[in-house]
Protein backbone atom coordinates (compact mmCIF):
# COMPACT_ATOMS: atom_id res chain seq x y z
CA UNK A 1 0.00 0.00 0.00
CA UNK A 2 1.10 3.24 -1.08
CA UNK A 3 1.46 5.67 1.88
CA UNK A 4 -0.45 8.46 1.99
CA UNK A 5 0.29 12.06 0.51
CA UNK A 6 1.14 14.81 2.77
CA UNK A 7 -1.88 17.07 3.41
CA UNK A 8 -3.98 14.20 2.90
CA UNK A 9 -7.72 13.50 3.86
CA UNK A 10 -7.04 11.60 7.22
CA UNK A 11 -4.67 14.28 8.08
CA UNK A 12 -7.03 16.85 7.52
CA UNK A 13 -10.12 15.30 9.45
CA UNK A 14 -8.01 14.38 12.37
CA UNK A 15 -6.92 18.34 12.30
CA UNK A 16 -10.46 19.04 11.90
CA UNK A 17 -11.61 17.17 15.16
CA UNK A 18 -9.23 18.36 17.38
CA UNK A 19 -10.26 21.60 17.20
CA UNK A 20 -13.74 20.87 17.75
CA UNK A 21 -14.58 21.53 21.40
CA UNK A 22 -15.09 19.04 24.14
CA UNK A 23 -16.25 19.40 27.19
CA UNK A 24 -12.67 17.86 28.81
CA UNK A 25 -10.52 20.27 26.90
CA UNK A 26 -13.02 23.48 26.92
CA UNK A 27 -9.51 24.97 27.90
CA UNK A 28 -8.33 24.47 24.13
CA UNK A 29 -11.62 25.56 22.28
CA UNK A 30 -11.55 29.08 24.37
CA UNK A 31 -8.10 29.75 23.99
CA UNK A 32 -8.77 28.53 20.37
CA UNK A 33 -11.30 30.97 20.42
CA UNK A 34 -9.81 33.76 21.69
CA UNK A 35 -7.15 33.51 18.72
CA UNK A 36 -9.59 33.75 16.53
CA UNK A 37 -10.97 36.77 17.89
CA UNK A 38 -8.08 38.70 18.67
CA UNK A 39 -6.13 38.16 15.16
CA UNK A 40 -9.91 39.05 13.02
CA UNK A 41 -10.16 41.87 15.49
CA UNK A 42 -6.54 42.87 14.54
CA UNK A 43 -6.30 42.48 11.41
CA UNK A 44 -9.65 43.92 11.00
CA UNK A 45 -8.27 47.32 12.77
CA UNK A 46 -5.23 47.19 10.71
CA UNK A 47 -6.96 47.62 7.81
CA UNK A 48 -9.36 50.26 8.85
CA UNK A 49 -7.14 52.31 10.36
CA UNK A 50 -4.87 52.20 7.16
CA UNK A 51 -8.15 52.60 5.03
CA UNK A 52 -9.17 56.08 6.91
CA UNK A 53 -5.13 57.55 6.97
CA UNK A 54 -5.09 56.58 3.19
CA UNK A 55 -8.49 58.75 3.06
CA UNK A 56 -7.14 61.26 4.88
CA UNK A 57 -3.89 61.67 2.84
CA UNK A 58 -5.95 61.38 -0.69
CA UNK A 59 -8.58 63.58 0.22
CA UNK A 60 -6.33 66.63 1.90
CA UNK A 61 -4.43 66.04 -1.26
CA UNK A 62 -7.16 66.79 -3.92
CA UNK A 63 -8.99 69.45 -1.60
CA UNK A 64 -5.20 71.04 -1.50
CA UNK A 65 -4.46 70.31 -5.32
CA UNK A 66 -7.63 71.35 -6.01
CA UNK A 67 -7.68 74.77 -4.27
CA UNK A 68 -4.54 75.79 -4.77
CA UNK A 69 -1.46 75.73 -8.33
CA UNK A 70 0.34 73.02 -8.82
CA UNK A 71 3.57 75.02 -9.18
CA UNK A 72 4.29 79.18 -8.65
CA UNK A 73 6.51 81.28 -10.38
CA UNK A 74 7.64 84.43 -7.75
CA UNK A 75 9.61 87.10 -9.88
CA UNK A 76 10.63 87.66 -13.40
CA UNK A 77 8.45 89.29 -15.26
CA UNK A 78 7.55 93.37 -13.60
CA UNK A 79 5.48 94.92 -16.65
CA UNK A 80 1.71 94.14 -17.47
CA UNK A 81 3.16 93.38 -20.70
CA UNK A 82 6.09 91.22 -19.70
CA UNK A 83 3.83 89.36 -17.40
CA UNK A 84 1.54 88.53 -19.92
CA UNK A 85 4.12 87.07 -22.22
CA UNK A 86 5.48 84.65 -19.23
CA UNK A 87 1.85 83.66 -18.45
CA UNK A 88 1.74 83.00 -22.47
CA UNK A 89 4.98 80.56 -22.10
CA UNK A 90 4.34 78.85 -19.32
CA UNK A 91 0.71 77.99 -20.96
CA UNK A 92 2.70 76.51 -23.91
CA UNK A 93 4.44 73.87 -21.75
CA UNK A 94 3.50 70.72 -22.51
CA UNK A 95 1.04 69.29 -19.03
CA UNK A 96 -0.20 73.22 -18.23
CA UNK A 97 -3.24 73.82 -17.99
CA UNK A 98 -3.54 76.98 -16.56
CA UNK A 99 -0.85 79.98 -15.55
CA UNK A 100 -2.90 82.78 -13.30
CA UNK A 101 -1.77 85.86 -11.84
CA UNK A 102 -2.48 85.92 -8.35
CA UNK A 103 -2.59 89.01 -5.34
CA UNK A 104 -2.84 87.50 -2.42
CA UNK A 105 -2.36 88.71 1.14
CA UNK A 106 -3.53 88.91 4.93
CA UNK A 107 -6.60 91.19 5.93
CA UNK A 108 -8.77 91.92 8.52
CA UNK A 109 -12.10 91.77 7.86
CA UNK A 110 -15.77 92.07 9.60
CA UNK A 111 -19.03 91.42 9.52
CA UNK A 112 -22.50 92.18 12.05
CA UNK A 113 -21.33 89.36 14.69
CA UNK A 114 -17.68 89.60 14.71
CA UNK A 115 -14.54 90.11 12.91
CA UNK A 116 -11.44 87.59 12.06
CA UNK A 117 -8.40 87.37 10.10
CA UNK A 118 -8.67 86.14 6.66
CA UNK A 119 -6.56 85.69 3.70
CA UNK A 120 -7.66 87.56 0.29
CA UNK A 121 -6.59 86.00 -2.74
CA UNK A 122 -7.20 88.20 -5.85
CA UNK A 123 -7.77 86.72 -9.02
CA UNK A 124 -9.14 87.28 -12.72
CA UNK A 125 -12.84 86.17 -13.01
CA UNK A 126 -12.07 83.88 -15.90
CA UNK A 127 -9.47 82.34 -13.79
CA UNK A 128 -11.90 82.26 -10.61
CA UNK A 129 -14.30 80.29 -13.09
CA UNK A 130 -11.26 78.18 -14.28
CA UNK A 131 -11.56 76.61 -10.43
CA UNK A 132 -14.35 73.76 -10.06
CA UNK A 133 -13.32 73.63 -6.63
CA UNK A 134 -14.45 76.67 -5.72
CA UNK A 135 -17.07 77.49 -8.32
CA UNK A 136 -18.89 74.45 -8.07
CA UNK A 137 -19.01 74.70 -4.20
CA UNK A 138 -20.82 78.09 -3.94
CA UNK A 139 -23.45 77.00 -1.22
CA UNK A 140 -25.11 80.26 -1.11
CA UNK A 141 -25.72 83.37 -3.81
CA UNK A 142 -23.57 82.85 -7.07
CA UNK A 143 -20.40 84.14 -8.88
CA UNK A 144 -22.52 85.52 -11.82
CA UNK A 145 -21.45 89.17 -10.67
CA UNK A 146 -17.66 88.91 -9.52
CA UNK A 147 -15.56 91.26 -11.63
CA UNK A 148 -18.87 92.29 -13.90
CA UNK A 149 -20.29 95.68 -14.64
CA UNK A 150 -19.82 98.81 -12.39
CA UNK A 151 -20.14 97.04 -9.13
CA UNK A 152 -18.79 93.73 -10.28
CA UNK A 153 -15.43 94.67 -8.74
CA UNK A 154 -17.21 95.12 -4.89
CA UNK A 155 -18.42 91.71 -5.24
CA UNK A 156 -15.99 89.16 -3.10
CA UNK A 157 -16.68 85.47 -2.63
CA UNK A 158 -16.28 84.61 1.25
CA UNK A 159 -15.88 80.81 2.77
CA UNK A 160 -19.41 79.77 4.29
CA UNK A 161 -17.61 79.42 7.82
CA UNK A 162 -15.90 82.64 7.74
CA UNK A 163 -19.33 84.27 6.76
CA UNK A 164 -20.78 82.15 9.84
CA UNK A 165 -17.93 83.43 12.26
CA UNK A 166 -19.07 87.25 11.02
CA UNK A 167 -22.78 86.82 10.53
CA UNK A 168 -22.80 87.39 6.64
CA UNK A 169 -24.89 86.15 4.13
CA UNK A 170 -24.90 86.77 0.31
CA UNK A 171 -25.79 90.23 -0.45
CA UNK A 172 -24.55 91.67 2.80
CA UNK A 173 -21.57 94.01 3.20
CA UNK A 174 -18.15 93.17 4.49
CA UNK A 175 -15.58 95.61 6.08
CA UNK A 176 -12.04 94.85 4.84
CA UNK A 177 -9.14 96.32 6.30
CA UNK A 178 -5.39 95.71 4.59
CA UNK A 179 -2.52 96.21 7.40
CA UNK A 180 -0.28 97.79 4.48
CA UNK A 181 -1.58 101.66 3.49
CA UNK A 182 -0.69 104.94 2.53
CA UNK A 183 2.46 106.46 4.01
CA UNK A 184 1.12 109.60 5.79
CA UNK A 185 2.83 112.22 8.31
CA UNK A 186 1.68 110.02 11.26
CA UNK A 187 2.95 107.19 9.87
CA UNK A 188 1.34 103.88 7.58
CA UNK A 189 -2.33 104.56 7.84
CA UNK A 190 -4.48 100.93 7.27
CA UNK A 191 -7.23 101.14 4.52
CA UNK A 192 -10.49 99.87 5.00
CA UNK A 193 -13.02 99.51 2.71
CA UNK A 194 -16.81 97.99 2.07
CA UNK A 195 -17.22 95.04 -0.27
CA UNK A 196 -20.89 93.30 -1.22
CA UNK A 197 -20.37 89.12 -0.65
CA UNK A 198 -21.69 87.39 -3.85
CA UNK A 199 -21.75 83.96 -2.36
CA UNK A 200 -20.15 81.56 0.00
CA UNK A 201 -18.50 78.46 -1.31
CA UNK A 202 -17.80 75.62 1.11
CA UNK A 203 -14.75 73.29 -0.51
CA UNK A 204 -15.11 71.05 2.67
CA UNK A 205 -11.84 71.55 4.13
CA UNK A 206 -12.18 74.32 7.11
CA UNK A 207 -8.78 75.52 6.44
CA UNK A 208 -10.08 77.41 3.26
CA UNK A 209 -13.73 77.35 4.36
CA UNK A 210 -12.92 79.82 7.58
CA UNK A 211 -9.83 81.95 6.03
CA UNK A 212 -10.36 82.53 2.69
CA UNK A 213 -11.88 85.41 0.46
CA UNK A 214 -12.01 85.82 -3.14
CA UNK A 215 -11.75 89.53 -4.48
CA UNK A 216 -11.43 90.55 -8.59
CA UNK A 217 -7.40 90.84 -9.80
CA UNK A 218 -7.43 94.53 -10.52
CA UNK A 219 -9.35 95.08 -6.82
CA UNK A 220 -6.84 93.42 -5.24
CA UNK A 221 -4.19 95.26 -6.41
CA UNK A 222 -5.75 98.51 -5.87
CA UNK A 223 -6.64 97.37 -2.30
CA UNK A 224 -3.08 96.81 -1.35
CA UNK A 225 -1.35 98.55 -3.26
CA UNK A 226 0.22 96.44 -5.88
CA UNK A 227 -0.18 99.32 -8.47
CA UNK A 228 -0.06 96.42 -11.71
CA UNK A 229 2.01 93.88 -9.64
CA UNK A 230 0.71 90.48 -8.34
CA UNK A 231 2.42 88.19 -5.49
CA UNK A 232 2.97 85.37 -8.12
CA UNK A 233 1.63 83.12 -11.17
CA UNK A 234 -0.35 79.93 -9.94
CA UNK A 235 0.24 77.01 -12.56
CA UNK A 236 -2.30 73.78 -12.89
CA UNK A 237 -1.01 71.04 -14.39
CA UNK A 238 -2.69 68.15 -15.97
CA UNK A 239 -0.74 65.70 -13.77
CA UNK A 240 -0.16 67.48 -10.06
CA UNK A 241 2.60 64.42 -9.53
CA UNK A 242 4.78 65.96 -12.84
CA UNK A 243 5.20 68.95 -11.10
CA UNK A 244 9.04 68.18 -9.94
CA UNK A 245 9.71 66.93 -13.22
CA UNK A 246 8.21 70.42 -14.66
CA UNK A 247 10.27 72.55 -12.97
CA UNK A 248 12.57 73.26 -15.30
CA UNK A 249 10.70 73.92 -18.23
CA UNK A 250 8.95 76.25 -16.20
CA UNK A 251 11.85 77.91 -15.25
CA UNK A 252 12.66 78.23 -18.78
CA UNK A 253 9.25 79.39 -19.78
CA UNK A 254 9.70 81.80 -16.82
CA UNK A 255 12.66 83.57 -17.75
CA UNK A 256 15.47 85.39 -15.89
CA UNK A 257 15.26 86.25 -12.70
CA UNK A 258 11.66 84.11 -11.94
CA UNK A 259 11.78 81.69 -8.81
CA UNK A 260 9.85 78.33 -9.76
CA UNK A 261 8.57 76.27 -6.70
CA UNK A 262 6.14 73.39 -6.80
CA UNK A 263 3.40 72.09 -4.34
CA UNK A 264 5.37 69.13 -3.18
CA UNK A 265 7.65 71.88 -1.66
CA UNK A 266 5.27 73.97 -0.16
CA UNK A 267 3.33 71.32 1.62
CA UNK A 268 6.68 69.10 2.10
CA UNK A 269 6.29 68.91 5.84
CA UNK A 270 3.03 68.51 6.02
CA UNK A 271 2.97 65.43 3.76
CA UNK A 272 6.11 64.38 5.51
CA UNK A 273 4.45 64.36 8.68
CA UNK A 274 1.75 62.07 7.78
CA UNK A 275 3.98 60.08 5.60
CA UNK A 276 5.66 59.21 9.16
CA UNK A 277 2.55 58.65 11.21
CA UNK A 278 1.63 56.12 8.66
CA UNK A 279 4.53 53.93 8.88
CA UNK A 280 4.43 54.24 12.47
CA UNK A 281 0.97 53.18 13.21
CA UNK A 282 1.39 50.24 10.19
CA UNK A 283 4.52 49.23 12.00
CA UNK A 284 2.79 49.21 15.72
CA UNK A 285 -0.47 47.53 14.04
CA UNK A 286 1.25 44.69 12.83
CA UNK A 287 3.13 44.39 15.79
CA UNK A 288 -0.60 43.70 17.39
CA UNK A 289 -1.79 41.65 14.55
CA UNK A 290 1.53 39.22 15.29
CA UNK A 291 0.82 39.24 18.84
CA UNK A 292 -2.59 38.01 18.65
CA UNK A 293 -0.89 35.37 16.32
CA UNK A 294 1.32 34.10 18.75
CA UNK A 295 -2.05 33.07 21.15
CA UNK A 296 -1.95 29.75 18.78
CA UNK A 297 1.08 28.60 20.89
CA UNK A 298 -0.63 28.80 24.24
CA UNK A 299 -3.15 26.49 22.58
CA UNK A 300 -1.69 24.45 20.57
CA UNK A 301 0.46 23.33 23.62
CA UNK A 302 -2.38 22.42 25.73
CA UNK A 303 -3.81 20.54 22.79
CA UNK A 304 -0.46 18.51 22.50
CA UNK A 305 -0.61 17.76 25.78
CA UNK A 306 -3.88 16.34 25.80
CA UNK A 307 -3.47 14.61 22.57
CA UNK A 308 -0.54 13.03 23.71
CA UNK A 309 -1.84 9.30 23.86
CA UNK A 310 -3.71 9.73 20.59
CA UNK A 311 -0.02 11.23 19.23
CA UNK A 312 1.26 7.42 20.74
CA UNK A 313 -1.34 5.81 18.86
CA UNK A 314 -1.00 7.48 15.67
CA UNK A 315 2.92 6.75 16.05
CA UNK A 316 2.58 2.73 16.79
CA UNK A 317 -0.14 2.47 13.69
CA UNK A 318 2.42 3.61 10.85
CA UNK A 319 2.40 7.71 11.25
CA UNK A 320 5.57 9.51 10.68
CA UNK A 321 7.15 12.46 12.43
CA UNK A 322 5.75 14.52 9.17
CA UNK A 323 2.24 13.14 9.64
CA UNK A 324 1.78 14.79 13.09
CA UNK A 325 3.88 17.60 12.61
CA UNK A 326 1.28 18.53 9.73
CA UNK A 327 -1.99 17.38 11.76
CA UNK A 328 -1.00 19.99 14.59
CA UNK A 329 0.41 22.75 11.91
CA UNK A 330 -3.15 22.53 10.18
CA UNK A 331 -4.90 22.94 13.52
CA UNK A 332 -3.37 26.16 14.18
CA UNK A 333 -2.78 27.30 10.99
CA UNK A 334 -6.76 26.94 10.23
CA UNK A 335 -7.63 29.53 13.83
CA UNK A 336 -4.71 31.90 11.58
CA UNK A 337 -6.43 31.23 8.02
CA UNK A 338 -10.26 31.65 8.79
CA UNK A 339 -9.11 34.99 11.61
CA UNK A 340 -7.20 36.41 9.20
CA UNK A 341 -10.24 35.96 6.49
CA UNK A 342 -13.40 37.32 8.94
CA UNK A 343 -10.39 40.14 9.64
CA UNK A 344 -10.01 41.39 6.46
CA UNK A 345 -13.81 40.99 5.59
CA UNK A 346 -15.14 42.62 8.28
CA UNK A 347 -12.63 45.76 7.35
CA UNK A 348 -13.25 46.14 4.28
CA UNK A 349 -17.36 46.05 5.16
CA UNK A 350 -16.44 48.00 7.52
CA UNK A 351 -14.64 50.65 5.27
CA UNK A 352 -17.30 50.72 2.61
CA UNK A 353 -19.93 51.41 4.99
CA UNK A 354 -17.80 54.52 7.04
CA UNK A 355 -20.39 57.31 6.83
CA UNK A 356 -23.19 55.29 7.21
CA UNK A 357 -21.70 54.25 10.75
CA UNK A 358 -20.27 57.79 11.17
CA UNK A 359 -23.98 59.02 11.01
CA UNK A 360 -25.62 56.09 12.93
CA UNK A 361 -22.89 56.50 15.83
CA UNK A 362 -23.36 60.33 15.73
CA UNK A 363 -26.92 59.43 15.74
CA UNK A 364 -26.67 57.24 18.39
CA UNK A 365 -24.72 59.11 20.70
CA UNK A 366 -26.97 62.80 19.89
CA UNK A 367 -23.02 64.03 19.87
CA UNK A 368 -20.63 64.93 16.38
CA UNK A 369 -17.66 62.70 16.42
CA UNK A 370 -15.99 64.08 13.93
CA UNK A 371 -15.89 67.86 13.65
CA UNK A 372 -14.68 69.55 10.53
CA UNK A 373 -13.10 72.26 12.56
CA UNK A 374 -10.96 69.59 14.33
CA UNK A 375 -10.06 67.22 11.46
CA UNK A 376 -10.19 69.75 8.47
CA UNK A 377 -12.48 67.65 6.30
CA UNK A 378 -16.23 67.03 6.77
CA UNK A 379 -16.79 63.37 7.20
CA UNK A 380 -14.35 60.64 8.12
CA UNK A 381 -12.65 59.36 4.55
CA UNK A 382 -11.56 55.62 3.71
CA UNK A 383 -9.70 54.75 1.01
CA UNK A 384 -9.17 50.73 0.69
CA UNK A 385 -5.13 50.25 -0.98
CA UNK A 386 -6.18 46.90 -1.71
CA UNK A 387 -2.30 45.55 -2.44
CA UNK A 388 -2.32 47.13 1.43
CA UNK A 389 -4.80 44.61 2.61
CA UNK A 390 -3.33 41.47 0.54
CA UNK A 391 -0.09 42.47 2.60
CA UNK A 392 -1.75 42.67 5.67
CA UNK A 393 -3.18 39.45 4.93
CA UNK A 394 0.09 37.45 4.23
CA UNK A 395 1.37 39.21 7.42
CA UNK A 396 -1.12 37.65 9.45
CA UNK A 397 -0.78 34.59 7.66
CA UNK A 398 2.84 33.91 8.06
CA UNK A 399 2.78 35.14 11.86
CA UNK A 400 0.34 31.94 11.94
CA UNK A 401 2.15 30.00 10.70
CA UNK A 402 5.21 31.02 12.05
CA UNK A 403 3.42 30.59 16.18
CA UNK A 404 1.86 27.71 14.95
CA UNK A 405 5.50 25.73 14.39
CA UNK A 406 6.85 25.35 17.58
CA UNK A 407 4.31 23.33 19.49
CA UNK A 408 3.87 21.22 16.07
CA UNK A 409 7.54 20.19 16.08
CA UNK A 410 6.91 19.80 19.52
CA UNK A 411 4.42 17.05 18.98
CA UNK A 412 6.06 14.84 15.90
CA UNK A 413 8.73 14.53 18.29
CA UNK A 414 7.19 12.86 21.20
CA UNK A 415 7.91 9.55 21.59
CA UNK A 416 5.03 6.84 21.44
CA UNK A 417 6.82 4.83 24.59
CA UNK A 418 7.10 7.65 26.87
CA UNK A 419 3.65 9.19 25.57
CA UNK A 420 1.95 6.11 26.75
CA UNK A 421 3.78 5.33 29.74
CA UNK A 422 2.53 7.97 31.79
CA UNK A 423 -1.52 8.03 30.51
Known sequence: MNPAP??????????????????????VALISIISFVAIALSVATLIIVMSIMNGFTSELTAKILGF????????????PAERGAMVARVRAVPGVVEAAPVVESQALVQGPNAAAG??????????????????DNIKAGSAANFGRGEDGGDVVLVGQKLAETLGLGPGDPISITSPSGNAT?????????????????????????Q???????????????RDAAVDFIEVKLADPDKAPALKPALTVAAGPGAVVSDWTEKNRAYFGAIQVERTAMRMILMFVVAIAAMNIISGLIMLVKNKGRDIAIL???????????RIFFMSGALIGVLGTAV???????????????????EWLTRAKIFSSDVYFLAHVPAKID????????LWTLAASFLATLPPALHASRLDPVEALRYE
Open 6 to 27: PFSAWERSIALRYLRSKRSQGG
Open 68 to 79: NGHAYIVGGAMT
Open 118 to 135: AIVRGVEPADLRATPMVV
Open 185 to 209: AFGTLPIRKTYTVGGLFSVGMSEYD
Open 211 to 225: AFIYMPLTQAQLFFG
Open 315 to 325: RTMGAGRGAIL
Open 343 to 361: GVIGGIVFCLNIEAIQQFI
Open 386 to 393: WLEAALVS
